[in-house]
């Protein structure tokens, strides 16, 4: 069993930046994909960034240019930095984690841009 520990959400400005982590603990075989996706109100839950243990990263059109995913595999956490942020950026931040062949979701963290 992996448990997803998520921290680093909150209420920003537009133009602002967060930056979200997701720490992976438990019986941890060997992690794949850490992603970041985010379900606005009203919407369904969309990727945002991935990352391969690799290093190969997929972004969301929306959110290229301005979203830096990252990962430290030595401490299975992955990182979401955002910036110029923008209020349709305003949703629940939820982590993925691929520990092969199980998904794994983090709680979520909430993230409000105000304009």
């Known amino acids: 069993q992996v448990h997803l520990v998520e921290s680093g959400g909150g209420l920003v400005q537009a133009g602002g930046s967060l930056r979200l982590s997701c720490a992976a603990f438990g019986s941890i075989a060997g992690i794949n994909v850490m992603g970041w996706y985010r379900q606005a109100p009203g919407k369904q839950r969309d990727l945002v960034a991935e990352?391969?243990?690799?290093?190969?990263?997929n972004y969301a059109d929306s959110v290229k240019g301005r979203f830096t995913i990252s990962r430290d595999n030595a401490k299975n956490t992955v990182y979401l930095q955002m910036n110029s942020l923008k209020p349709e950026d305003t949703a629940v931040y939820y982590c993925?984690?691929?520990?092969?062949?199980?998904?794994?979701w983090g709680q979520g963290t909430r993230v409000a841009v105000s304009s």
């Open positions: 990352i391969t243990s690799g290093g190969t990263t």
């Open positions: 993925r984690v691929v520990d092969a062949p199980t998904n794994y």
